[in-house]
């Protein structure tokens, strides 16, 4: 299929993609800002609470490659309408799960929405602007995982702490229901990128520069959501927060993250997506290593804070434009495994998270943090360095 040609739709559809995402993030997160309420109200601990995030990582890991296979053929307005209609219904069935025992399966099952939507967002943008501003487009439709983090998790992080958990995803439920309609009316018809073959996946994972490439999504994301899926409780036992301090600390890491992924989005073209990911890395692995110094006081976590969140999204921005320039044609399924190292990363993140915190490490989980995130940082270089010679050997 050739593009559309008609630039302003070609703006207001991905309006609305980074919107859409934005709400896929919000979901996604406020678990990680309403864990201490839904501990508290389910009478679970903290460790058990945590496995939300783990289930739902591993669903949105394994569905995002498997699910791309399955709607290769399917018309990206239908399909992600449908997937935000999906993601509103289970969200609120979510917030009215009566235990933790319902809760638990039928949040694994809203995540299969952000194992779809991210992934197949980002595929079918190449087929809505030119060439030569495809990485721009995939880091803005990502933006708003950034716009999530500066508004949606403070939000759901504040509304937990006051009103409950269960408001908080309510909340995220309507507003998936209106963005559902956003996307509907402003994506054009007859939008299909290339179906997934045999060969196409196995091109992929045949891939050196790709797979490398995949692998450092998964150990940084491993690394970040050691401690990441845990930022309520610590905040809480090292700073006593309140859920007023507690939403504010996420309104800073997230402004910062929408700051980092913004500078990203002007420069990633001009840097090239290598060198703009292995920028975001150090930033992350600098946080961790400083990260003890902000047990001295709120302005001193704070401040610490801010390379990791200037690195967060917009490592993950720099990633997908990453993949897509190594090889466009592959972009629907290496787009696809990339969602699922993401998610598969924060499962595994958050189970280890978890486990050091049942054995009483919690002041520990950055140095965890630290060891994935510099094992990223090498497999970046390493990944560089396959991509020249795969370019060389052309």
């Known amino acids: 299929m050739t593009p559309p040609d008609r630039p302003r739709a070609h703006r207001s559809a991905l309006w609305a993609l980074m919107t859409g995402n934005f709400v896929i993030g919000t979901g996604v997160m406020a678990v990680p800002g309403t864990l201490n309420d839904i501990s508290q109200s389910l ?58 025992g319902t809760l638990l399966p039928l949040r694994a099952l ?3 929405a952000p194992a779809v939507f991210t992934p197949q967002a980002a595929a079918c943008v190449g087929l809505l602007v030119p060439d030569a501003h495809r990485g721009r487009a995939i880091t803005f439709v990502f933006l708003g995982w950034s716009v999530a983090s500066v508004a949606g998790m403070p939000l759901s992080a504040w509304i937990g702490g006051m009103l409950g958990w269960r ?13 559902a309609l956003w996307v509907w009316r402003a994506m054009p018809d007859r939008v299909r990128p290339a179906a997934l073959s045999r060969q196409a ?34 905040l809480q036992q090292f700073h006593r927060t309140d859920p007023v301090t ?6 800073w890491f997230g402004f910062f993250g929408l700051l980092g992924n913004l500078a990203l989005t002007r420069q ?24 003890p110094l902000g047990r001295s006081g709120p302005l001193a976590q704070a401040l610490v804070m801010v390379p990791w969140a200037l690195g967060c999204f917009a490592t993950n921005s720099a990633q997908q434009a990453r993949l897509v320039h190594l090889f466009p044609a592959l972009a629907p ?40 995130m510099l094992m990223a940082i090498g497999m970046s270089l390493l990944a560089t360095r396959a991509q020249k010679r795969s370019v060389g050997s052309r």
């Open 43 to 100: 009478s679970v601990s903290i460790p058990q609470a945590g496995q939300l995030i783990t289930a739902g990582a591993l669903v949105m890991g394994l569905g995002a490659p498997l699910l791309a296979t399955v709607v290769a053929g399917w018309d990206r307005r239908r399909l992600l309408s449908l997937t935000l209609l999906w993601y509103a219904l289970l969200l609120g069935l979510c917030a009215l799960a009566p235990g933790y």
């Open 110 to 112: 809203a995540v299969i």
């Open 167 to 179: 408001w908080a995803f309510g909340l995220v439920a309507v507003l998936a229901a209106g963005v």
């Open 201 to 234: 996946w196995a091109d992929t994972l045949g891939s050196a520069p790709l797979t490398l490439a995949l692998g450092v999504t998964l150990l940084s994301s491993f690394g970040q959501f050691t401690l990441f899926s845990y930022f309520a409780p610590y």
């Open 246 to 251: 507690l939403s504010l600390y996420f309104f």
């Open 268 to 291: 990633v073209d001009r840097l090239g997506a290598p060198t703009a990911v292995l920028i975001t890395l150090c930033l992350m692995a600098l946080s961790l290593a400083l990260w």
């Open 333 to 372: 399924a290496s787009v696809a495994l990339n969602t699922s190292a993401i998610y598969a990363g924060q499962g595994l993140g958050a189970a280890l998270g978890g486990a050091l915190i049942a054995q009483g490490h919690m002041a520990n989980l950055q140095w965890y943090g630290l060891a994935w």
